[in-house]
C-alpha cells in the first residue's frame, strides 16, 4: 500500500555552493522520517525535490522504484505542506481542503462527502465555512494537512510543520500528528531543525549538515551511537572532555580514570551527556559542585576540579534528596559516552570505570550486550539501548546500592 | 458601569476615540474639500438649476450631445478594460521578476502621469496617421486608427494604463509564491492556479484599477482632440463639445451638458466601487 521513496546520488550547486552533495537515502513504505540540520543544511532542498519543486543537477528519486524526477510536481501524487501553511484567503476552509478535488473535476457530492470526513479527522468539524484568517495558527496548521490529505497522496511531506507555534500548541499537534501517521500509515518525510521534534515524532531520523546526510537511524541509536561530533553535539548537549585511551582504560588529559574502552589507542575526546553522569555527596571527593541550577523537573550541577569542569543533569526529586549545595565535595562517575577522535577510526563507546573496591553490578551484563552486536537490528538495538539505559540509570542509584550492602 | 456612557453614545455622529486632533483636522478636510471641489461643482450645478427641468432637458436631450455622451462612455469603458489586461500583465513582470531594464520600464509607467496629455494626444496622432510608423504598417488592412474611435480607446489606454499598474503592482507583490506551488502540489495546473489562485486575491484591486483608469479617460480631453476625427456621434466626446458649446458663448448649453457629464461620470464610478465593495467582502476581507 504504502509508497517506497528512494533517493540516489542527488546533487544541487546553487550559486556556486553544494546545496546537497551526493544524497542517498531510502524511506521505507509508512515510515515517518525527519529530515534533521541547522538551517543551510539543505533538508528543505531535498524535500522540495522530493516533492517536485526543485531540480536536482543529477541523481534520482524514485517512488516505489519508478523514477518520479521526470514528472510535473503536480502529477506526482505527493501532498505538501508548507511551513506558513500557503492557505488560500480567499476561500473558505471548506473549499481549501476541496481545492485539490476540484481541480480534478470530482463531482461536487464526493468532494463534500470527502471534505466534511476530512474535517472531522482534523477536528474542525464546525469551521468548513471560515475563513483562513479567522483561524488560529494550530487550526491553520490542521487545514494544511486536511487540505494535503484531500487527494489521497502516496506520500506526504512537511516543511517545518510546528515551526510557526507556540510551544503548547506545538507539543499538542505532534502526538496528534503522530496518532494520525499511526492510523494511516502514509509515508511520511518532513523538516525541522529542533531535534526533541525530530525524536519525538520520527521512527527514523535523517541528520544533515553542509548538504550531506551525517547519519541516518533510529532516535536512541543516533542518541546513544553518534558517528561524529557534529551528531552527537546536535543532538543534544555534551560534555567534551579531552582524553587518551591507553590499555583499554580512558583517561581524562586533566589527569584522572574516565572509564574504559575496549579498542583504540591515542588521543581523542570524550562526549559525555549531562545526564550519564553521576553524583554522590563526598566531603573527600576529588570534585566540588560549583553550580546549581534547579529548574523544573531536572536540575542541573555544574562539577569541577582543577582544569576541568562538567555539567551533569538528575533529577530535581533525586538532587534534593543528595542534598546537593553549592560547593560541596562530590565523587563523579562517568556512566557513558562516547569516545572520537585519533584513537580509533568509528567513535569508541565510552564504559564506566569499576569504582573502587565495588565493581559496577551492571558491568558482566553491558558487556555481554556488547558481544551481541553483530546481529544488528533495529528492534533489537532499541531494546539493547533500553536495557542500557535502565542499568545505567540503577547504577547511578548510589543510595539504594549503600542500602544493599 | 463607568464605561456605559461611553458605550450608549452607539447614536453619536462619531466613535470615541482618544487619538488627539479630530476636529482641526476634519475641519481643515471640510475646508479644503470644499473650496477645491464642492464649490466649483455646486456654482455648475446651480446655474444648470437655473435652466429649470424643461430648459435643462431641451439643452440635454439632442441627438448630437446623446450621440457624443455614447462615445464618451462606450470608449472610456473599452480603454480601461483593456488596460486591466495589459495593465495586469505589466504590474506582473514588474513585481515578479528582477531583469535588466526593469527600472526604466519601471519610470516609463509613470509617463502618462506627467506628460501634458497635449503632447502625448499630438505624438499619438503622428504615431497612428496613416503615414506614421505604426499608421503605415496597419492602412494596408484597412485599419486606421488616427481620426477614427479606435484613436480615441488608444488615446485613453495610454492615459489610463498607469492606474491599472501601480494599483495592482503592491498587491502582486504581496501575494505568497508559496500559494502558487501549493496549488501546483495539489494538481492545479497553470490555468488553474492563475483562474481560482492568483485571480480572486487580486480582483479587487483590479476593480480599483479599472474605476481610477475609468475616472481619468472619462474626464480626458488634451489627448483625444489630437488624435480622434472630432466628427460629431462618431468620434467626438462630450468634453470637447462643451468646449465648442462655450467657445460659442453658448453658456447654459455647455453647463447642461457639463451636468450630464457629471451625473453619468458619478453613476458610473458609484457603481463600479459598489461591484468592489461586494468582492472585498465575499472574500473575507
Excluded at chain 1, 559542585?289 to 543533569?313: F, K
Excluded at chain 1, 538528575?314 to 565535595?329: D, H, I, K, T, Y
Excluded at chain 2, 474626464?219 to 466628427?231: D, Q, R, T
Aim: aromatic residues 6%; charged residues 20%; neutral net charge.
Amino acid at each position: 500500500m504504502s509508497t517506497r521513496i528512494e533517493i540516489e546520488g542527488l546533487h544541487r550547486m546553487l550559486a556556486g555552493q553544494m546545496v546537497l552533495d551526493n544524497i542517498d537515502l531510502v524511506v521505507q513504505p509508512g515510515e515517518l522520517a525527519a529530515l534533521l540540520g541547522p538551517s543551510g543544511s539543505g533538508k528543505t532542498t531535498l524535500l522540495r525535490m522530493i516533492a517536485g519543486l526543485d531540480r536536482p543537477d543529477r541523481g534520482a528519486v524514485r517512488f516505489d522504484g519508478e523514477d518520479v524526477l521526470a514528472r510535473p510536481a503536480r502529477e506526482r501524487g505527493v501532498g505538501f505542506v508548507f511551513q506558513h501553511y500557503a492557505l488560500f484567503r480567499h476561500m473558505t476552509v471548506a473549499r481549501n481542503i476541496g481545492f485539490g478535488l476540484a481541480v480534478r473535476k470530482v463531482p461536487r457530492g464526493r468532494i463534500e462527502e470527502k471534505v466534511s470526513a476530512l474535517l472531522k479527522l482534523v477536528q474542525l468539524e464546525f469551521l468548513g465555512g471560515r475563513y483562513p484568517a479567522q483561524l488560529s495558527g494550530g487550526q491553520r496548521q490542521r487545514v494544511a494537512l486536511a487540505r494535503a490529505l484531500a487527494i489521497e497522496p502516496r506520500v506526504l511531506l512537511l516543511d517545518e510543520p510546528f515551526g510557526a507555534l507556540d510551544a503548547v500548541v506545538r507539543r499538542d499537534l505532534r502526538r496528534w500528528l503522530r496518532r494520525l501517521h499511526r492510523e494511516m500509515h502514509i509515508t511520511t518525510v518532513f523538516v525541522t531543525h529542533d531535534q526533541e521534534e525530530a525524536f519525538e515524532l520520527a521512527d527514523r531520523v535523517v541528520v544533515m549538515n553542509g548538504g550531506r546526510i551525517r547519519q541516518s537511524g533510529a532516535p536512541m541509536q543516533l542518541y546513544r551511537r553518534p558517528v561524529d561530533p557534529f551528531v552527537c553535539r546536535f543532538l543534544g548537549e555534551a560534555n567534551e572532555i579531552p582524553c587518551r585511551i591507553e590499555n583499554g582504560f580512558v583517561i581524562a588529559d586533566a589527569g584522572f580514570l574516565l572509564g574504559r574502552a575496549e579498542m583504540g589507542t591515542g588521543g581523542g575526546i570524550a562526549y559525555v551527556r549531562p545526564h550519564q553522569i553521576a553524583l554522590r555527596p563526598n566531603e573527600a571527593g576529588d570534585w566540588r559542585v560549583a553550580e546549581l541550577t534547579a529548574g523544573g523537573a531536572m536540575s542541573r550541577v555544574g562539577v569541577a576540579r582543577d582544569g576541568l569542569s562538567l555539567e551533569a543533569s538528575l533529577a530535581s526529586e533525586r538532587a534534593l534528596a543528595l542534598g546537593l549545595q553549592a560547593g560541596m565535595g562530590v565523587e563523579v562517575e562517568i556512566a557513558g559516552g562516547m569516545v572520537m577522535g585519533d584513537a580509533a577510526d568509528a567513535p569508541v563507546t565510552l564504559l564506566p570505570a569499576p569504582h573502587r573496591d565495588r565493581p559496577l553490578l551492571t558491568e558482566r551484563k553491558i558487556e555481554k550486550d556488547e558481544k551481541e552486536e553483530p546481529s544488528f537490528s533495529e528492534e533489537k538495538e532499541a531494546k539493547r539501548l533500553l536495557s542500557v539505559i535502565r542499568t545505567y540509570d540503577s547504577s547511578r542509584d548510589f543510595e539504594r546500592r549503600d542500602k544493599n550492602r | 458601569m463607568e464605561s456605559g456612557r461611553w458605550m450608549g453614545r452607539r447614536g453619536a455622529w462619531r466613535e470615541p476615540s482618544v487619538l488627539p486632533g479630530f476636529a482641526p483636522s476634519l475641519a481643515a478636510t471640510l475646508l479644503w474639500l470644499g473650496l477645491l471641489v464642492a464649490a466649483p461643482l455646486a456654482v455648475m450645478l446651480a446655474t444648470a438649476a437655473g435652466l429649470g427641468w424643461s430648459g435643462f432637458w431641451a439643452l440635454v436631450l439632442k441627438p448630437r450631445v446623446l450621440g457624443d455622451l455614447s462615445v464618451s462612455v462606450s470608449s472610456a469603458l473599452a480603454a480601461s478594460a483593456i488596460d486591466v489586461v495589459f495593465g495586469l500583465v505589466i504590474a506582473w513582470v514588474l513585481a515578479r521578476y528582477r531583469f535588466a531594464g526593469r527600472r526604466a520600464i519601471d519610470a516609463l509607467i509613470d509617463l502618462p502621469f506627467a506628460l501634458p496629455t497635449a503632447v502625448a494626444g499630438i505624438a499619438l496622432a503622428t504615431i497612428y496617421a496613416k503615414e506614421g510608423p505604426i499608421g503605415a504598417v496597419l492602412a494596408p488592412f484597412g485599419v486606421a486608427v488616427a481620426y477614427t474611435r479606435a484613436g480615441i480607446v488608444v488615446a485613453l489606454m495610454f492615459v489610463g494604463l498607469p492606474f491599472i499598474v501601480r494599483t495592482l503592482e503592491p498587491v502582486i507583490a504581496e501575494l505568497e509564491a508559496e500559494q502558487e506551488e501549493a496549488a501546483e502540489m495539489l494538481g492545479a495546473s497553470g490555468t488553474a492556479t492563475f483562474l481560482r489562485v492568483l485571480l480572486p486575491p487580486l480582483a479587487p484591486a483590479l476593480l480599483t484599477g479599472f474605476a481610477l483608469a475609468l475616472a481619468r479617460a472619462l474626464g480626458e480631453y488634451g489627448s483625444v482632440i489630437f488624435i480622434a476625427g472630432n466628427k460629431p456621434m462618431v468620434s467626438e466626446i462630450l468634453p470637447l463639445l462643451i468646449v465648442t458649446e462655450l467657445e460659442q458663448f453658448d453658456v447654459p448649453g455647455a453647463v447642461a451638458i457639463a451636468t450630464l457629464m457629471l451625473a453619468a461620470s458619478f453613476l458610473l464610478l458609484l457603481s463600479v466601487h459598489g461591484i468592489e465593495a461586494w468582492v472585498r467582502r465575499r472574500h473575507g476581507g
